[in-house]
């Protein structure tokens, strides 16, 4: 039984990416589960698969369901379509799209066949992580040691209330500290002069 093995580039970054491994009996519904654990996103949304040749040009489409749009020519169902069935050469390309709204876009590439199963891997899995992904609804970051996820639901375009000195007068104090400064500087030049 043949062995394939994937390599999923995040599309706007090719340094961040993973390699899966999967056998060619297997459905592109499960190439899809292993695709989003692998970048730890949800399974909440629409999804695709498009085969693809050298130039990543979109061909046929592999899609999760039937959605509510036009068509060029009927999907195939990602459930009812193996992976072998779709491999028409060695360095076989497809792009997954992920969420239409956000549009998390996905290249994934054949990189090897191979006949020998390994006992000691459930197929489809996760053999190799390259970089830090992106993260689905908020911004990554490093806190201490650990990568930690923020979500994106503070507006800090808002006023930072509390943070500037105010003068009895309602002025601010840094513009009272300023024209001080200024003033010194002034009378300073004036001796030297």
Excluded: C
């Excluded at 297997?26 to 996103?41: C, D, G, N, W």
């Excluded at 046929?60 to 990602?78: N, T, V």
């Excluded at 197929?123 to 979500?151: A, F, N, R, W």
């Excluded at 500290?177 to 300073?188: F, H, R, V, Y």
């Amino acid at each position: 039984m043949a062995v394939l093995k994937f390599r999923i580039y995040f599309e706007e970054d090719d340094s961040i990416y993973r390699d899966v491994v999967i056998k060619h009996t297997q459905s592109f519904l499960q190439l899809h589960q292993v695709i989003l654990k692998a970048y730890e996103f949800d399974s909440k949304h629409q999804a695709t698969f498009y085969r693809s040749n050298d130039h990543w040009q979109r061909g046929r489409e592999i899609s999760l369901e039937r959605y509510d749009k036009p068509y060029k020519a009927e999907p195939l169902l990602m459930e009812n379509t193996t992976i072998g069935s779709e491999i028409r050469d060695p360095n076989q390309k497809f792009i997954y799209t992920y969420d239409f709204t956000r549009n998390w876009g996905f290249l994934v590439e054949l990189i090897n066949v191979s006949r020998e199963e390994n006992p000691k891997i459930d197929y489809p899995s996760v053999v190799k992580s390259e970089g830090i992904p992106p993260s689905q609804y908020g911004t990554k970051g490093l806190v201490g040691d650990k990568l930690t996820e923020i979500e994106e639901k503070y507006d800090l375009t808002k006023g930072t209330e509390g943070f500037g000195l105010k003068e009895e007068d309602g002025s601010d104090a840094e513009e009272e500290e300023t024209k001080e400064e200024d003033n010194e500087e002034g009378a300073t030049e004036e001796e030297i002069l």
